[in-house]
């Protein structure tokens, strides 16, 4: 059966015996041991603010690479973001498996347009408006908008076929679209064929650190954009979510759960250090950086509710943030590029970094409650009897968090 608890969010309970034969014929083989978070969140999910808290964690680094020069390294934001998308969809396909023994890619695709298409058509809109009414290079500006609009800004940039400085910051939707196109049809063949999927994961990522250091040896790491834009290049980050959804995590929480505090203190530290154009991030330092993203993200679900990094991640305005992060990122980059002018205007400066934020979060609350809730709210894509818990409810965080040590465990 299916009840609500106190936040609203759907939380389903075992219905008795014959629930559990019908799990045991569609269960995946998905690690050595049915222990995965995956199998947690299938049978007993609710909302776990501490991921929200970490959308926000993410944006605000991107905030502070996109606008002051000191947080050159704030682009690892975008390595959290990927660690967290590959880990939520990949709990959801499952998830949908061991409920119904099949994914319809139909409802799956219709989901992700409506989480992903309406807030990015609306910054698209307004962007090409004022680009009509005020710019110069007009034709530019409408070609940024197409390739944006069809996801196709990874290649472009990585492949110098694009417009420079014009909704660049988009490649990132084009790599995650382009991860839902294949993914699901991979874990599909996975799961049918019994295959264990963590180690199906592990392959990947080795062959895409493979030839992302191949890329960089052959070319001498001149061109830093084809292996730092590209979807072949990057998608082990995502990768990296996919895996700590499946596989066994058990010592990975263990320590996690002891230092939960840990890596949210080496990922402020990097945003000052990293250059994401340096031949040693884009050989190994990308894959090393989704690693610790996947420990951040295992220790906010593993740690003690009373910890310092989780009170932080669940603080209301962080939360908040978290909420509204698709939003933040999709409007940081225009009007920060907006506020560049008149020529000659610094835009890295601390004033213009925060009058860049406040416009930008306002933006972005404004497309949150007024475009894409109400949209969701409406959407008619989800399965009934029992009805698999989206990752839109309420801010699309619907794994459970994982059961916290004992007391006397505790450092």
């Given amino acids: 059966m299916v009840r609500s608890n106190d936040e609203g969010v759907a939380v389903e309970q ?29 049978r007993s999910f609710t909302y776990v603010p501490e ?16 606008n002051l020069r000191v947080f050159h390294g704030g682009f690892i934001g ?3 973001f990927f660690v967290l998308s590959g880990f939520l ?9 061991q409920q119904w023994g099949a994914i319809k890619l139909t409802h799956f695709y219709a989901r992700r347009i409506l989480r992903l298409g309406p807030a990015l058509a609306i910054m698209l809109a307004v962007y090409l408006l004022i680009a009509l009414i005020s710019a110069d290079n007009r034709a530019d500006h409408m070609k940024a908008v197409l390739i ?49 999927i963590w180690k199906v994961l592990v392959s990947l990522i080795i062959a895409v650190t ?45 320590v996690a759960s002891r230092f939960p ?12 250090v990293l250059r994401w154009d340096s031949a040693s991030m884009n050989v190994v330092g990308f894959t090393l950086v989704a690693a610790l993203a996947a420990w951040l993200l ?18 209301g305005p962080v939360e908040y943030l978290g909420r509204i992060s698709y939003g933040v990122y999709l409007w940081s980059l225009p009007i920060g590029l907006a506020l560049a002018n008149p020529p000659g205007t610094d835009p890295h400066t601390f004033r213009a970094f925060l009058l860049t934020s406040l416009l930008t979060v306002s933006a972005a609350a404004i497309s949150y409650h007024f475009v894409e809730q109400p949209i969701l709210s409406r959407r008619r894509f989800t399965r009934t009897k029992p009805a698999p818990a989206d990752e839109h409810t309420p801010t699309y965080e619907v794994v459970r968090r994982f059961p916290e040590r004992p007391a006397e465990a505790r450092p």
């Avoid at 840990?262 to 530290?269: E, Q, S, T, W």
């Fill in 14 to 42: 075992s219905a008795g015996g014959a629930e559990r034969a019908v799990r045991e014929q569609v269960e995946p083989n998905v690690g050595s041991s049915a222990t995965g978070a995956v199998f947690e969140a299938a």
């Fill in 51 to 66: 991921l929200t808290g970490l959308r926000a964690v993410a944006i605000g680094l991107v905030l502070l690479e996109h």
């Fill in 78 to 80: 975008v390595d959290i």
């Fill in 89 to 97: 969809i990949t709990t959801l396909l499952v998830r949908e498996y």
């Fill in 148 to 196: 944006s609009g069809t996801y196709m800004m990874d290649w472009s940039q990585s492949l110098n076929h694009g417009p420079p400085g014009y909704l660049t910051h988009t490649w990132t939707l084009g790599v995650e679209e382009q991860f839902y196109l294949f993914w699901p049809l991979i874990l599909i063949v996975a799961l049918r064929y019994k295959l264990t």
């Fill in 210 to 254: 493979l030839w992302r250091g191949y890329l960089v040896y052959h070319t001498g790491n001149d061109d830093a954009q084809r292996t730092y834009l590209s979807f072949d290049t990057r998608i082990d980050t995502l990768l990296f979510g996919c895996l700590i959804a499946v596989a066994p995590l058990q010592r990975l929480r263990a």
């Fill in 261 to 272: 505090t840990l890596p949210l203190v080496i990922f402020a530290l990097l945003a000052l």
């Fill in 298 to 315: 295992v220790g906010a679900m593993s740690g003690s509710s009373r910890a310092l990094a989780s009170r932080f991640l669940r603080f």
